[in-house]
């Protein structure tokens, strides 16, 4: 069993850190598993509750841990790696790494575009977007809640059972457009509260937002996409060049 050396002058919150740290790199404590609770550490390490807490609450606040009310303090699944290079889809980033993309589809109708989404999509002032709201989970855990707005003449054939599944396939396949190049807009942000009960997770905690139009061969934006990425469950990682 890992240690907590009393006469150490590290700290012991620290000590205790670094042990929970180790034991979920070796796999002692399991993804989405439920951690000893604060009088068990308490109690097996002969320390106060109070340093217990500190360890745990840096831990929290890192993203390594969380905390679900009235359950306990679970172990945050791994981070999946998000590569911006190549422009891909939602499913085709989770299928990558050996997870099964799902979505829920909260709203699917038709507006009329403010200028924010005519400017973006190239539409007149006075046409109407298809507003597609959807909750994206890789294996069941919520990874992003995205905001799409498509010119309602080009999608007129997508029915929401697709829009749980691929939309960039439906364009692809159905549509038979080329998918080519895409503007992003990345900043980071707070989750509110509707957007924490959407991603499971707790007001305030840190959201990336990313702004995407995409174009297709024909230099058709065919898509502005508001996507709320929970900052927990991503790192995202590009390769520069100099
Ligand atoms: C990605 C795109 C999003 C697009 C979605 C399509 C970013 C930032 N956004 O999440 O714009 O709507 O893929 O995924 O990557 P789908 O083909 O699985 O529906």
């Known amino acids: ?14 000590q205790l850190e670094e042990i929970i740290r180790q034991q979920i790199d070796d796999g002692t404590l399991m993804p989405g598993k439920a951690i000893p609770s604060e009088r068990e550490y308490a109690e097996l390490y002969q320390i106060s509750r109070m340093t217990v807490r500190q360890a745990i609450n840096k ?11 009235g359950t306990g ?13 190549k422009l891909t889809s939602f499913s085709e980033d989770m299928i990558e790494r050996g997870l099964v993309p799902k979505s829920k589809v ?7 575009v403010n200028d924010l989404i ?7 002032n006075n046409s109407t977007a298809l507003k597609i709201v959807r909750i994206r989970y890789a294996d069941d855990s919520p990874m992003a809640i995205e905001t799409s707005y498509m010119p309602a003449d080009l999608m007129k054939d997508l029915q929401p059972e697709q829009a749980e599944e691929s939309i960039y396939e439906f364009i692809e396949k159905n549509l038979q457009l080329k998918i080519q190049t895409a503007y992003q807009e990345l900043e980071a942000t707070i ?10 997770i707790s007001e305030g905690d840190p959201v990336l937002l990313i702004n995407r139009i995409t ?21 995202f990682i590009n390769y520069l060049t100099r």
Do not use: W
């Open 191 to 200: 989750a509110d509260e509707k957007l924490a009960n959407l991603l499971n």
């Open 59 to 69: 831990l929290v606040n890192e993203g390594l841990l969380y905390r679900k009310k």
């Open 106 to 112: 909260l709203t699917f109708e038709h507006v009329p």
């Open 73 to 85: 303090t679970f172990v945050q699944p791994k981070k999946v790696e998000q590569v911006f290079q």
């Open 1 to 14: 069993m890992l240690m907590i050396n009393k006469n150490s002058p590290v700290p012991i919150y620290y």
């Open 215 to 235: 174009y297709t061969s024909d230099g058709i934006p065919f898509e502005f996409c508001q996507s709320s990425f929970c900052a927990y469950r991503y790192r």
């Open 118 to 124: 005519a400017k973006s999509l190239k539409l007149e």
